[in-house]
Every structure is written in structure tokens, then in C-alpha cells.
T-cell receptor, first 112, second 112 residues
Framework: DARVTQTPRHKVTEMGQEVTMRCQPI?????VFWYRQTMMQGLELLAY????????DSGMPKDRFSAEMPDATLATLKIQPSEPRDSAVYFC??????????FGDGTRLSIL | QQPVQSPQAVILREGEDAVINCSSS?????VHWYRQKHGEAPVFLMI?????EQKGHEKISASFNEKKQQSSLYLTASQLSYSGTYFC?????????????FGQGTILTVHP
């Protein structure tokens, strides 16, 4: 079965450090989403791309977060500098256009 | 705006039925349903498109009333494996096709 691959699966780091999360979408999927999940806020959309072009990043704190898609097989989400309130599970999902989204296993991020 | 799910939680005995509702204040193009087990990624269950279409997946089915901007998920003769958190994701369509806004989730627990 084709899967969305996210790395790392777990990340613990200190406040102020840069964090980079990576996502390999399913081959053939042209749309990539980044979500953040917390108990308080639920599943929030941070940003998404179609055909590598950013379509919407309104859910992302612009001062510290950035999302890119350097090529069709890699999407990245960076936090610099990281803060304790960024602790969450970050999911990447991919889809073909408006077809169902397939989620990766997530990156569990803890900022101390 | 985030869709509203009800109930927030439901506890069942194996074999019992349940209904989970999802309501939006915006006109919808489609509704997607996902199930997430603890510590895992959300998994796609089904998609409902405009037209009041009803879909099924094993003993799980759903309906979509586009006039009321509501969708309901029906779980029949529940099994232990149905336990998890159910999310609806709503799609407005148009220029934001493929973009989902998720509800807060409904926690379903099935006991033997």
C-alpha cells in the first residue's frame, strides 16, 4: 500500500532551536497538506500546496513557521525559533486534487 | 469556520448503534469522514458529495443534507474495532477545492 512518509516520528528539542519536519507524499498525488493536532485546538490546517505551489498558509504563524515544497517528492515544515506552545503532533497528508486525503503517521514534537 | 460535531463522546456496548452529526454554517460541496485511533493517523472512511448522496463502508454509512449543511455518520451493530475519534471534514469547493476544515471530533468507545 502506498503511504505518506513523515520524518522524524518524534522530536524533542529545547526552546529556540530550529525544527524541520519532512514529508514524502504518495507518488502521483499533487496536493500536500500540513496539519497540527492538539487536544485544545483539534486538527488545524497550517498550509497546503497543489502542484508544488502554495495555495493557503493562513493557518500558519508567519513569523516562525515556513512551509516549502522543493520538489514533488518532498515537503518541509520549519519552525524557527521553536517555542513550548508549538508542542503538538504535526501531520502531513497528500491527495490527488480533491480526492480523499491520506495522512502520514505524524511527527510528535515536544519543545522544552 | 469549524464544523460542529455532536455528540462530543459516546459510549456503546458491542452490537449497539450510534449516530454522529456534523453541522456547518457555510454552504458545502462535500463532507469527508475520518476515524483516528489513539496514537495513530486519521484514516479516511468515506466522502459525501452534494446531492444528498448516501455512502456505505462495511456497517458504517453516512448521509449529507446540503440544504441544512449537515452530515450524519451511522454506525450499525458496532464492533470493538469501531472505537476511536471520528472527524468530519467539510469542503466549501470553488477556488479552495480539496481544502478541508475539520470538526473537533467525536470520541466513540465500544465496550464488550
Amino acid at each position: 500500500d502506498a503511504r505518506v512518509t513523515q520524518t522524524p516520528r518524534h522530536k524533542v528539542t529545547e526552546m529556540g532551536q530550529e525544527v524541520t519536519m519532512r514529508c514524502q507524499p504518495i507518488l502521483g498525488h499533487n496536493t500536500v497538506f500540513w496539519y497540527r493536532q492538539t487536544m485544545m485546538q483539534g486538527l488545524e490546517l497550517l498550509a497546503y500546496f497543489r502542484n508544488r505551489a502554495p495555495l493557503d498558509d493562513s493557518g500558519m504563524p508567519k513569523d516562525r513557521f515556513s512551509a516549502e515544497m522543493p520538489d514533488a517528492t518532498l515537503a518541509t515544515l520549519k519552525i524557527q525559533p521553536s517555542e513550548p506552545r508549538d508542542s503538538a503532533v504535526y501531520f502531513c497528508a497528500s491527495a490527488r486534487d480533491d480526492q480523499p486525503q491520506h495522512f502520514g503517521d505524524g511527527t510528535r514534537l515536544s519543545i522544552l | 469556520q469549524q464544523p460542529v460535531q455532536s455528540p462530543q463522546a459516546v459510549i456503546l456496548r458491542e452490537g449497539e448503534d450510534a449516530v454522529i452529526n456534523c453541522s456547518s454554517s457555510k454552504a458545502l460541496y462535500s463532507v469527508h469522514w475520518y476515524r483516528q485511533k489513539h496514537g495513530e493517523a486519521p484514516v479516511f472512511l468515506m466522502i459525501l458529495l452534494k446531492g444528498g448522496e448516501q455512502k456505505g463502508h462495511e456497517k458504517i454509512s453516512a448521509s449529507f443534507n446540503e440544504k441544512k449543511q449537515q452530515s450524519s455518520l451511522y454506525l450499525t451493530a458496532s464492533q470493538l474495532s469501531y472505537s476511536g475519534t471520528y472527524f468530519c471534514g467539510t469542503e466549501a469547493g470553488g477556488t479552495s477545492y480539496g481544502k478541508l476544515t475539520f470538526g473537533q471530533g467525536t470520541i466513540l468507545t465500544v465496550h464488550p
